[in-house]
């Protein structure tokens, strides 16, 4: 994940550069959310829903753009009668198309759809004794849809829905709320 964030660190110096001299624009865009996930730890696995942050790069146009995105996650459910506590920690990176469709002028729907990489650890702590179990890294396909409201000819503030396929054939939902920037044209 660390290369990762170097590799957008790069890409978004050199296309802040290229944004302002082509048609082409950057958006860069802070995300938080709340999502519905699997949690394998402890047996069975179930869903947890927790609070998401990160960023979203766009780099193309409002019919077309490149899509980027990071996110964190962390949760912890307490077992009481077990003498349990589960902490979970998921990093994401997320790569994809999304198509702005504009309905006015400072009303849009957007669809998102791409892939997800996953990776992250449990720290299962019974008893006192804690035990780290690592998530393996997996890749999962997601597709989106959401709203976009205009509040100045460079920012915007976005609303969206994502189903992400997961390894059990099941989908996990997140839901996100973010403030856009524009730079370029």
């Known amino acids: 994940m660390k290369q990762f964030m170097i590799l957008v660190a790069l890409l ?3 296309s802040i550069s290229f944004a302002q001299k082509s048609k082409s624009k950057l958006t860069i865009e802070p995300i938080y959310g709340v999502e519905t996930r699997l949690v394998r730890y402890p047996a069975p696995p179930r869903y947890v829903t927790g609070a998401t942050y990160g960023a979203r790069l766009l780099f193309g146009s409002n019919i077309i753009a490149a899509e980027g995105e990071y996110t964190t996650a ?3 459910e307490d ?7 589960v902490e979970d920690t998921v990093e994401r990176a997320s790569l994809g198309i ?6 006015s002028k400072f009303f849009g729907i957007f669809l998102r759809a791409g892939a997800r990489a996953s990776q992250g650890e ?6 006192g004794v804690s035990e780290t179990k690592p998530n393996p890294l997996t890749v999962d396909p997601y ?3 959401g709203i976009q409201v205009a509040i100045h000819s460079n920012f915007a503030l976005n609303a969206g829905a994502t189903l992400i396929r997961n390894a ?8 996100t709320l973010g403030l856009s920037a524009k730079i370029g044209k």
Do not use: I, N, W
């Not at 077992?79 to 506590?85: N, S, V």
């Open 12 to 14: 978004l110096f050199s």
């Open 74 to 76: 962390k949760s912890r």
């Open 168 to 175: 059990e054939d099941k989908y996990d939902t997140q839901y």
């Open 122 to 127: 449990s720290v299962v702590t019974t008893s």
């Open 98 to 103: 999304r198509s702005t469709l504009p309905m």
């Open 143 to 145: 597709a989106g849809a």
């Open 79 to 85: 077992y009481p009668l077990a003498d349990q506590k």
